[in-house]
């Protein structure tokens, strides 16, 4: 017997789980079907790599021959793949069919211990995307794809966005398994409806023959249509827990059994069209749960509206153009602190690019003429102008913003798992007592059908989908009306916030107009040489005065520095020009305003620019919607405009102004340590830090480019009187969570409460299940697209 077990378990290959050959590869007393595999086997060991297998067993794929990769070493060829390139470091994104499992992360996510040129690796795994991290002076493109393959995760590779084409694909081996147990339930109910409609005499004579054929299809239904659920539930088990999986694969493997067990000892016809009935259903319910996680991914990474305007040059003029409508070729004016939404290839201006939103390094990095600059970089000097050559990826640009949410999702993850845990263990137990009673009533029947359906019709899923269906419709809403919230979580955290804090320039007042008024005196060449150095500004002074200026050119400028909250330097032709607060003038200037754009030109005074905002319409409306949150204005500026906001915001709104940037950040602590849930709304400019501790910060923008990756959404300028109306449609959404969470539970506790009567035949459960998870699916889309119209947002 135990040669027999041995010959048993030898039978198929260690590492992919085919068949062996008739000449095997062995190599540590493990067999292999190619040298392939044998080869994976080695890279691992080598590596201390092997808890691979503990993950699942056979996780992994069955090498093919190796493809040329000679192309991989053409220098454009490696340019359109990487998503990033500075000195010793690059980073590319794969798309692997091959991701399937959690074998599959954790070897990926270990890459760096197979090879230490690999910096890091991140997976993606509804996307099935990999993007690396690695030192290309050490590894080739060619030897990074080469190690892939060698590990069994060959990556599909084409220079026509490959991602984008497959990412939204459903799994093709998940939709071939659909149609095999399709076919074997059509067959197996066909060979059943003798015993439906009651046995001739004819009949019964076909009737062994019927069974043992109706046996034969439940062999591939249960064992590679169902086969997922089996390795998932051994891998839980090993890991000493219960998934979500567990409880399917033990019915799937008891209906089997007992169908083999009756037509064998000719006891009975047997459960197979229950199996493959059941296998058929719970497939096509995975299937639509993909479909829809698939359908959310694409409305998000490439319908939506990114609302980030660029501006371009065109004609020797300066346009706004929305980020989507950026193509190859077209010319891009970056300011500082901009950011650059697209690689493209320096022109003009010198530029030092802080790169930390795609690689986390906070250091700016010096590129000259000629140069790449990748997207996702931000310019932190003058104003430089760039060539696109790859169009922006909004997908790119979204999973960059989202990059620090990673751990929280993982959190996330966890949690839903043990409540898994506890749901599948009460679902034993319950199943178990009622088959207990049954057989205690002598009613073996009854016991059956109690155990397979309470099993069967006690689904999770339902408990599991309401938030993130939910939350993903809202986000459509939003992005529709220009409000863009970066994830699901912060939307839920929009729903807490009890605090807002508003910034006043560029959020209270419009970017759009302004009355500007020049106390002082300006030559032609002054005026050119003012409007040189505010071109380089996002600031929404800046763009005022530079707008009123209305110049028909500009001159380059060298030494640009910009300190935040208080103004620009420069030189510009053999010219040492100053523009913004009195302190940050070099000289002391006496019996002049504070407020307005100081300028001075060679230590010599020229005057100010005095700057009359105009507020947004529709102010008071939005604040007295607002008015049942605790409310405050920050402002770096001066107390100008102290006597309009009293008249604007109620009485207890504290309003303070020559706020700093760390003056702010300060703020949102302190609030937050006093136990408030603070939204912090800002232009991203001068309060990125603070939007970066707020609870939810907003990033206004009215057609210029000033996302900031601390913020957790951006909000159109025109949009900005919504606001009480996003906030209330997120606490809808919480409400809609919680009575499809009702809706869910009252399902399942009228379900078992069936079941264990055994009165609810296990078919009728399997059917259950899938509708179930179509119902919540519809009612919290329908719901909230109800709270959406109630809030007139549709």
């Not at 093919?64 to 220098?75: Q, T």
């Not at 083999?260 to 000892?265: K, M, Q």
């Not at 912060?490 to 759009?512: Q, R």
């Not at 106390?519 to 040489?529: P, R």
Request: net charge neutral; with cysteine; proline share 3%.
């Amino acid at each position: 017997m135990e040669d027999q077990h041995k010959t048993a378990t030898k039978a198929i290959c260690y590492h992919c789980g085919e068949d062996l050959p008739k000449v095997k590869y062995q190599t540590d007393d493990k067999d292999f079907c190619c040298a392939g595999c044998m080869a994976v086997f080695k890279i691992l060991s080598e590596n201390n790599l092997c808890n691979y297998y503990v993950y699942n067993n056979n996780p992994g794929r069955q090498l093919k021959n190796e493809s040329h990769l000679e192309y991989l070493d053409d220098p454009k060829i490696i340019d359109q793949l990487i998503d990033y390139k500075h000195g010793n470091s690059s980073i590319i994104t794969f798309y692997i069919p091959a991701i399937h499992c959690s074998s599959c992360i954790w070897l990926l996510e270990h890459l760096y211990k197979i090879n230490a040129a690999i910096f890091s690796s991140r997976i993606d795994f509804l996307k099935k995307q990999v993007t690396i991290q690695f030192n290309h002076e050490e590894i080739s493109l060619k030897h990074l794809v080469e190690t892939l393959n060698q590990i069994g995760y060959e990556p599909l590779i084409s220079l026509q966005d490959v991602v984008k084409a497959h990412s939204s694909s459903v799994d093709k081996a998940l939709v071939l398994k659909i149609a095999v147990a399709g076919f074997l339930m059509g067959n197996v109910m066909l060979f059943s409806f003798p015993e439906y409609f009651g046995l001739s005499g004819f009949e019964k004579q076909f009737q062994y023959l019927f069974g043992w054929l109706n046996l034969a299809f439940s062999i591939p239904a249960a064992f590679y249509c169902g086969r997922d659920y089996f390795t998932s539930a051994i891998t839980s088990i090993k890991h000493k827990h219960i998934n979500l999986d567990t409880p399917l694969a033990l019915i799937i493997a008891v209906l089997f059994l007992r169908t083999a067990f009756e037509v064998i000892f000719a006891t009975g016809p047997g459960f197979a069209d229950t199996l493959t009935g059941l296998v058929f259903l719970l497939l096509m319910g995975k299937w639509l749960k993909q479909r829809t996680y698939h359908h959310i991914s694409f409305d998000r990474d490439y319908r939506s509206y990114f609302p980030i305007a660029v501006t371009t040059i065109q004609n020797g003029k300066e346009k706004p153009v929305a980020i989507n409508d950026i193509k190859i070729g077209d010319r891009l004016w970056i300011r500082n602190g901009e950011l650059v939404p697209a690689d493209a290839i320096l022109m003009k201006g010198d530029a030092w690019v802080d790169m930390s939103f795609v690689t986390g390094e906070s250091e700016p990095i010096h590129k000259v003429l000629g140069e790449i600059i990748y997207a996702g970089g931000r310019q932190t000097t003058g104003a430089i102008e760039l060539e696109v050559i790859k169009p922006v990826s909004q997908s790119y640009l979204t999973g960059l913003w989202n990059n620090e949410n990673y751990k929280s999702n993982v959190e996330k993850q966890n949690f839903n798992d043990s409540v898994a845990k506890y749901f599948s263990i009460g679902v034993f137990l319950i199943a178990f007592a009622a088959t207990a009673y049954w057989l205690f009533q002598h009613d073996s029947h009854k016991a059956w059908s109690a155990f397979t359906a309470v099993i069967i019709v006690a689904c999770p899923c339902v408990l599991a989908l309401s938030t993130p269906f939910t939350l993903s419709a809202i986000l459509s809403v939003f992005d529709k009306k220009g409000f863009y919230v970066k994830n699901t979580d912060a939307v839920e955290e929009l729903a807490k916030c009890d605090t807002l804090i508003f910034d006043k320039t560029g959020t209270l007042t419009s970017n759009e107009n302004a009355e500007i008024s020049f106390s002082g005196s300006l030559t032609h060449e002054e005026k050119l040489i003012v409007a040189s150095l505010l071109r380089n500004s996002a600031h929404p002074l800046s763009r005022h005065i530079l707008k009123a200026l209305n110049v028909e050119r500009f001159y380059s400028l060298q030494d640009y520095k910009e300190v935040v909250g208080k103004g620009l330097s420069a030189k510009i032709n053999d010219h040492v020009i100053y523009a913004g607060h009195l302190s940050m003038l070099p000289i002391t200037i006496k019996s002049v305003s504070e407020t307005g754009v100081h300028i001075l030109i060679d230590h010599v005074y020229k005057g100010c620019f005095d700057i009359k905002q105009q507020w947004r319409p529709g102010l008071g409306q939005l604040v007295s919607k607002l008015s049942k949150f605790k409310l405050q204005v920050l402002s770096g500026d001066t107390d100008k405009d102290h006597s309009m906001l009293k008249t604007i915001f109620p009485e207890n709104t504290s309003i303070r102004f020559h706020q700093r940037p760390h003056q702010k950040l300060a703020a949102v602590l302190s609030l937050q340590e006093n136990g408030n849930k603070v939204m912090m709304l800002g232009d991203g400019l001068n309060d990125a830090g603070a939007l970066k501790q707020s609870n939810f910060g907003i990033a206004l923008t009215d057609n210029i480019n000033n996302f900031t990756p601390g913020c957790d959404a951006i909000l159109q300028g025109s949009a900005l009187n919504f606001l009480p109306n996003f906030i209330q449609l997120s606490k809808d959404g919480l409400k809609v969570i919680k009575i499809s969470f009702a809706i869910a539970t009252a399902y399942n506790c009228i379900g078992i409460y069936y079941a264990v009567q055994g009165t609810l035949y296990p078919l009728v459960a399997a059917v259950l299940m899938p509708v179930s998870t179509v119902t919540i699916i519809l009612f919290t889309t329908l719901a909230t697209r109800w709270f959406a119209r109630k809030n007139k947002l549709i």
